[in-house]
């Protein structure tokens, strides 16, 4: 599915595709010129080797909860998360992270393989995106975080659901 989705970038890599992904998303979200080169699986070994060994994660078993969380402890201004396939009320992992930069990549369960999610409306076909709790829907929605989260004065209220 994540073929025909121009939303979803597949990532290329066999091996330590969540620390490819990672990066792939990171330079999206950072809007870094080396971008293009990198979704298509250009020259990604170098800052693959380094993200690994600054953040002290092994992938040799794969990427699971305990990786993810490591490197969203690495990766501070970044907020990580990750979807169990193309249904937007599965989110496996949400990184504790406060910012405002997301990085989403879509989990493939069948072939244990993580790809990276550029426009996340897009790759799940919702119109909204609920920033106080990342739930997509596509009419009206009513979230418990809005108002902790909120920066406005006054503050919004739940009842507020497109911001």
Known sequence: MSAIKKSIVTVKAAVNCL??????AMTCVNGDPKYQSYRHGYVLEKPVEYLLKASGVNLSNGGGFEELRQFQDHISDCQIIVFDGLNPNRVMFSGNSRSAKKLHLL????????NVITNLKGAMAKEYICTGCDILYDKTHKCDKVRSLCTATPPCTKDQSKY
Request: glycine residues 0%; negative net charge; proline residues 0%.
């Open 19 to 24: 620390a490819y992904a990672i990066i792939i």
């Open 107 to 114: 989990y493939d369960r069948a072939n244990e393989h993580y």
